[in-house]
């Protein structure tokens, strides 16, 4: 089931970068989930110290890549 997924996911990832349109939003949306992650990791510093800055970049990474993966 999830290899299906993945799958499909990379069929369509593969037509959208044949295109420059779909390049182009391909490279916006994964510099959107970096700015993201930069600003978990600068709220999780000032609220819970240093220790926690790995765990909320880890965090945020996962749950945009659960989102992209439509789970």
């Known amino acids: 089931m999830m290899t299906n ?4 996911w990379y ?8 295109n420059q349109k779909g390049a182009q939003a391909i490279e ?3 510099l959107a989930g970096v700015i993201l992650a930069v600003f978990a990791a600068v709220q ?12 909320a ?4 990474l996962s749950k945009l890549i659960e989102g992209i993966g439509g789970e």
């Open 44 to 55: 999780a510093y000032f609220n819970d110290g240093e220790r926690n800055v790995g765990n």
């Open 5 to 8: 997924t993945i799958q499909k």
């Open 57 to 60: 970049i880890s965090n945020t």
């Open 11 to 18: 069929a369509k990832m593969l037509v959208s970068l044949n």
């Open 28 to 30: 916006w949306i994964a």
